[in-house]
């Protein structure tokens, strides 16, 4: 057994080396690694891995639940946990049994979606001219809403596609998702038809599919980049809704279940881990279910 001398700072670090940048997980996943130490470290001080125990989490996520939602509250925990099974699967023995931490239950929540008529206007409003809107980026944001809403990508899947990825009469590829997972994503034809004609406008050597414009070279399109490339595209729609990337991923889900699709099909097709996460989309089917039992429905007078 090892003897564990580490303060939980740096119990946190060597789980970042040894797990999330040796499996190349995402930054997001790093950042909830930062700021779940930050919270822990701020509340309880810097101590020694070995002096946490039940009562100290059980203080420190009380006065988590001041501030924050059960959601985030749920993902430190699930942070902490994961840090001291690390250890005691490295031999440190003498640090606290993860298991003797609960975790809290996942808030249900309803997602935002978009219908589809909706995400045509979106098509439609981004590729419209304007004055300082040029015609690259009226091509390359048409393609980019396409692509989040036909494939159902994530913001990061996105953006980290390269263009040898989108082929000749070739109507599927395959993205690297969240645990460095490897999927196969489809693409319908007038998406593939928008991709072509933004790439024809492509005349520099970089790889990614999807470039920002700029002077003096294109440089890999970032997430932020997009966000504001969907909401601006929302706008102009004159949609009200609050858009974002991860809208038109919703939407994608949402618009499978409601055409029927068996809902293991669309879990692989999103990427999740677990089918409990896929099943937050199916309110929406329910809710299709509702108004069917209200319109069709025969009710009995008495």
């Not at 080396?17 to 919270?39: G, L, P």
């Not at 899947?157 to 109507?171: A, N, P, Y």
């Not at 294109?218 to 974002?244: D, S, T």
């Amino acid at each position: 057994m090892k003897t564990t001398s580490l303060t939980l700072s740096e119990a946190f670090e060597l789980y970042r080396k040894d797990v999330i940048v040796y499996k190349n997980q995402s930054a997001k996943t790093e950042e909830m690694n930062r700021c779940a130490m930050k919270s822990i470290v701020d509340f309880l001080g810097d101590i020694q891995i070995t002096e946490l125990d039940f009562d100290s989490v059980r203080k420190w996520s009380a006065n988590l639940r001041k501030t924050r939602t059960s959601n985030t509250v749920r993902g430190y925990i699930l942070k902490i946990r994961v840090v001291l099974k690390h250890l005691r699967a490295l031999g440190y023995k003498d640090v606290m049994d993860p298991e003797a931490i609960g975790i809290p239950k996942r808030d249900s929540r309803v997602v935002d979606y978009l219908e589809v008529d909706e995400v045509e206007a979106m098509l439609h409003a981004v590729f419209q001219r304007g004055a300082g809107y040029s015609k690259f980026k009226r091509y390359r944001n048409r393609a980019i809403i396409a692509l989040m809403f036909s494939a159902g990508l994530r913001n990061g899947e996105l953006c980290s596609m390269e263009r040898t990825q989108i082929k000749d009469g070739v109507d599927s590829f395959t993205v690297i998702g969240k645990g460095n997972k490897p999927r196969v994503c489809f693409i319908d034809p007038v998406t593939h038809r928008y991709i072509d004609e933004y790439l024809a406008l492509r005349d520099d050597p970089y790889p990614a599919l999807f470039v920002s414009e700029q002077q003096k070279g294109r440089e890999k399109i970032n997430p932020g980049v997009v966000q504001m490339v969907v909401k601006n595209a929302a706008i102009k729609a004159g949609l009200e809704k609050n858009i974002h990337p991860h809208t038109l991923r919703h939407s994608f889900a949402t618009d499978l279940l409601r055409n029927n699709a068996n809902i293991v099909y669309v879990k692989e097709l999103l990427g999740h881990a677990n089918i409990q996460v896929t099943m937050t989309y199916t309110h929406v089917v329910n809710e299709d279910l509702h108004e069917i039992h209200r319109l069709k429905h025969t009710v009995v007078h008495a």
